[in-house]
């Protein structure tokens, strides 16, 4: 097969339109409901509630906004309200997953929280329970834990749920990667004391950006719709009691939002089949697909992952800013795998760098179940592989033949 550079780039994950978008957005305009009030911010509400099976969702301009308010949320009411309304967890350590995107942790330092964070398990590639049990003997008093479900796949929630119920813990679980996916049944976005998904635009439905917070707890979601639009009392003037926030999401963002929702189940079920083409064509190599439990969880598919196995990496160094590595045959590993998917015009990306290996966080506490970090290993062995919805079966294959090449 030859491996000439796409014309067009194949991307990670981009934006899937389908038409219903423009609809929704046109309506805003026409009626000029172009603000963070209109009929599509109340059916997105509705519909996310509906599908996720929570009470309340509250829409917001991130992921990060919905991960921010829920952890300050959670953070008075474990400690109370504190002075001027910001800094609810300040000085209190919080447990939270390790491998992920900053986001998931950077607002529990907003409000002033110290992250301790949680190695991963090789299962699912989330929040270990075992470490989490370990990180509870160490620091007891402990009462919030963040908790996100990587590139789709759904943690070990029935495991972490119990650990947290134990130690009177209140959960906030980052959805943003896995809306749609499915623990024992249930949707994730629904098994925290508060949730959160988003709608960036390389997610499995888009906003172009924008994310929502959801809960069954009423007084959490009123709050935080008022915090978000920053925090008006109910009097003639601007009165304010409370710390706020502009976090609402726009009317137009809403609708964008709103045309998308139809086709989760599409886009879902085309990243499902590009996770088994991959699968398939990568059978008789030495390297592993992002793994799921199939009888406890069906994911979402958003990204397909792979780790080459140990005994066939090559020699690979990284610093903070660049790597090396030495290629060798029968043996190949991310760096020159992604090389290479760039090198076709097409976009691949390293596993989430870990947390604890991060100059900013550097300074904080991380807890591990062994004596080898689990997210060290997978950082070093792992990659996301191009997983756009709107990739042919023609431009797979040649990815396909990418990574193999790169073994030889
Ligand atoms: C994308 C993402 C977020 C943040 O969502 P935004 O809408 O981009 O702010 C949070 N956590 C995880 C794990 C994500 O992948």
Excluded at 21 to 43: C, F, H
Excluded at 101 to 113: D, H, K, L, M, Q
Excluded at 130 to 157: C, D, M, N, S, W
Aim: glycine share 8%.
């Amino acid at each position: 097969m030859e491996l000439t550079p796409f014309k067009d780039k194949i991307y990670l994950s981009s934006p899937t339109m389908h038409g219903d978008e423009l609809k929704y957005m046109k309506e805003a305009y026409d009626t000029n409901w172009m603000s963070t009030v209109g009929a599509n911010i109340n059916e997105l509400e509705k519909q996310i509630a509906d599908k996720i099976g929570v009470r309340y969702a509250v829409a917001l301009s991130s992921g990060t906004s919905s991960l921010h308010l829920a952890v300050r949320f959670a953070g008075e009411k474990l400690y109370g309200k504190t002075e001027g309304g910001y800094g609810t967890l300040r000085g209190r350590k919080v447990f939270c997953s390790d491998m992920t995107f900053a986001a998931t942790v950077n607002p529990i330092v907003y409000e002033g929280g110290i992250p301790v964070y949680i190695d991963s398990e090789y299962k699912t590639w989330n929040m270990d329970p075992e470490a989490l049990k370990e990180a509870f003997k160490r620091f007891p008093e402990v009462r919030l834990i963040v908790v996100a479900h990587l590139y789709g796949t759904p943690g070990q929630i029935d495991e972490i749920k119990a650990i947290a119920d134990a130690h009177d813990a209140i959960i906030v679980e980052d959805a943003a990667e896995s809306f749609g996916a499915t623990y024992k049944g249930v949707q994730t976005g629904s098994f925290g004391d508060y949730n959160c998904i988003s709608f960036n635009g390389n997610k499995i439905i888009t906003g172009t950006s924008g994310g929502m917070f959801l809960t069954d707890d009423e007084e959490a979601a009123s709050k935080i719709r008022k915090w978000s639009t920053q925090s008006r009392e109910a009097a003639p003037w601007y009165q304010h009691e409370d710390l706020g926030y502009n976090y609402r999401m726009s009317n137009v963002i809403a609708g964008v939002a709103r045309g998308q929702v139809p086709y989760l189940s599409e886009h879902i079920a085309q990243k499902k089949a590009i996770y088994e083409r991959y699968k398939e064509g990568f059978k008789d190599l030495p390297v592993e697909m992002n793994p799921f439990d199939d009888e406890i969880s069906v994911p979402n598919y958003w990204l397909s992952c792979i780790t080459v196995n140990a005994d066939a990496m090559c020699a690979q160094t990284r610093t903070a800013l660049g790597y090396e590595y030495k290629s060798e045959p029968g043996k190949s590993c991310p760096s020159e795998i992604l090389e290479t998917i760039a090198s076709l015009n097409a976009e691949g990306r390293p596993i989430w760098k870990p947390m604890h290996m991060q100059p900013i966080y550097s300074g904080c506490d991380f807890v591990s179940a062994g004596d080898r970090a689990v997210c060290e290993d997978i950082f070093e062995r792992g990659l996301c592989l191009p997983s756009d919805n709107k990739m042919s079966e023609e431009a797979q294959k040649v990815i396909i033949e990418a990574v193999r090449k790169s073994f030889e």
